[in-house]
């Protein structure tokens, strides 16, 4: 089967439960805690900002969550999505690996994120939720929430980094086509967003920012908005377990299992969707794949960040959760992979990143977008600049095979295509782009800011 490329799932095969990592943890999960009280938070606390189904989701214990009729009805536009063997870029990188990447920018966003956006639509409907507010970096999350919304009759209400509100106008462009207002964050539109241009009039906003604009937005709308978030929350995790669950029914087709696993980790969420499935086999059956996380080293939230409370959001307006942390006053860089310039870490895949299950790796701007041009020379598809960070680090561990001459399985999740990211790719061609590694000295700055947690 070594000239096989393509490994496809009939649309049958969809996953009809997900996959809740909780029920596996090493240690049990931290509590979530109030803002202001820093006492663990109540369901009632949440409801403020989501509806009673999906909090419920947050907290449950069990393994297995069933996926909903009608969100497997509309998963089956793009799902199940195809798993490749990539044998040109094995030719090219001219190494005894053998790479595979799961392709996720075949949904009709261009991202995975498409597969929670729709489950929590889906859920704020069944509700009674008549609009919805939230924050999006680079636009992949927009886009999928904008989409879904359209899907089930949803408002929406967007805060765009404004880093990339300007650096990425077609997505902006698209959200409004589904219907959603787009505003660049920070905004004229909250306190909070008023109060960071006050101090900046000139700042590109951070995803921190950005959350705190649309918690504010849903907490002040007197229970007409709830919020919607992308990443980190636990549900998030679990509703992208999708990519994984067929992946391991995947690489059974090919005949192979995986050394490696690798995907780019932002606030977590593309990252546990392909890895975590990999994970319970670890935890439950005695397998030992490596899972690999990698950051930009502008962001280097698990590889210089501290595991401890933090708020989820720059106002300190979300609840406190206890994760990896850059702080929350962390103000990152404006670089092109702005889907990854989150302060902080899901919870779930910090808890795997302290207890060993998780290896932490960073990679620099510059060699990130070579090795996004290698991959789109060989393969034919642009990534988006945050997939380029599991690129490079499979390039890596490729070119490792070379050397030593093993024949190790290597996976990783593409979790979008670059088509709306063309701009930071001039940039690199034209040699306008820098590496920039964030200060160790403004990690220690930004630790001066945690909440005093008791806990």
């Known amino acids: 089967m070594s000239d096989r490329s393509r490994f496809l ?7 009809k439960a997900w996959y809740n990592v909780n029920a596996d943890l090493p240690s049990p999960p931290a509590p979530v805690l109030h803002p202001v009280t820093m006492e663990p938070v109540t369901p009632d606390f949440l409801s403020v900002l989501f509806p009673m189904n999906i909090v419920m989701q947050e907290v449950t214990p069990e393994r297995w969550v069933e996926v909903p009729e009608p969100v497997r009805e509309i998963y089956r536009l793009w799902r199940p999505t195809p798993m490749i063997r990539a044998l040109r870029l094995e030719k ?18 261009g991202s995975h994120k498409a597969n ?3 489950p929590q639509a889906f859920y704020n409907k069944e509700a009674g939720t008549k609009a919805l507010t939230t924050e999006t970096g680079a636009g992949q999350w927009g886009t999928a929430l904008a989409m879904a919304c359209s899907f089930f009759d949803l408002d929406l209400e967007v805060f765009m980094v404004r880093v990339s509100y300007h650096q990425k106008p077609y997505r902006r462009i698209i959200m409004e086509n589904y219907g959603a207002n787009v505003f660049a964050s920070p905004s004229e539109r909250t306190r909070f967003g008023r109060q960071m241009l006050e101090q900046d009039e000139n700042s590109p906003g951070s995803l921190g920012v950005a959350i705190s604009e649309a918690v504010e937005t849903a907490a002040t709308s007197g229970g007409k908005k709830k919020y919607s978030l992308g990443s980190v929350l ?10 994984g669950l067929e992946a391991l029914e995947q690489m059974e087709m090919a005949g192979e299992y995986p050394d490696v696993v690798i995907a780019c980790a932002g606030g977590g969420s593309n990252f546990a969707g392909f890895t975590f499935p990999f994970i319970h086999r670890n935890l439950t ?27 989820g959001d720059t106002a300190a307006m979300a609840p406190i959760v206890k994760m990896y942390t850059l702080g929350h006053t962390f103000m990152p860089p404006g670089i092109h992979a702005g889907g990854l310039r989150y302060h902080g870490m899901a919870p779930t895949v910090s808890a795997l990143v302290a207890s060993g ?17 290698t991959f789109s020379k060989a393969e034919g598809i ?10 490079r680090a499979a390039i890596d561990e490729a070119l490792k095979c070379r050397e030593t001459g093993e024949k190790k ?17 001039q940039s690199y061609h034209h040699g306008l782009l820098e590496d920039f590694e964030y200060p160790d000295h403004a990690v220690e700055e930004a630790m001066k800011h945690l909440p005093d947690v008791k806990v």
């Open 409 to 425: 399985v290597i996976a990783f999740n593409l979790s979008g295509h670059g088509h709306f990211d063309m701009t930071a790719y």
């Open 116 to 118: 929670t956006a729709v």
């Open 382 to 391: 642009i990534p988006a600049p945050e997939s380029a960070h599991a690129i």
């Open 285 to 311: 059956e005695g397998k030992t794949t490596r899972v690999v996380a990698v950051e930009p080293a502008s962001c280097p939230t698990l590889t210089k960040g501290r595991y401890t409370f933090d708020y």
């Open 92 to 109: 090219a990188l001219d190494t005894p690996a053998h790479i595979y990447f799961k392709n996720e920018s075949v949904s009709p966003v």
């Open 357 to 373: 299950h998780i290896e932490a790796r960073t990679a620099r701007q510059m060699e990130t977008f070579e090795a996004a041009v």
């Open 234 to 243: 636990g549900h998030v995790m679990m509703h992208q377990t999708v990519i």
């Open 9 to 15: 799932l009939d649309e049958s095969r969809i996953p």
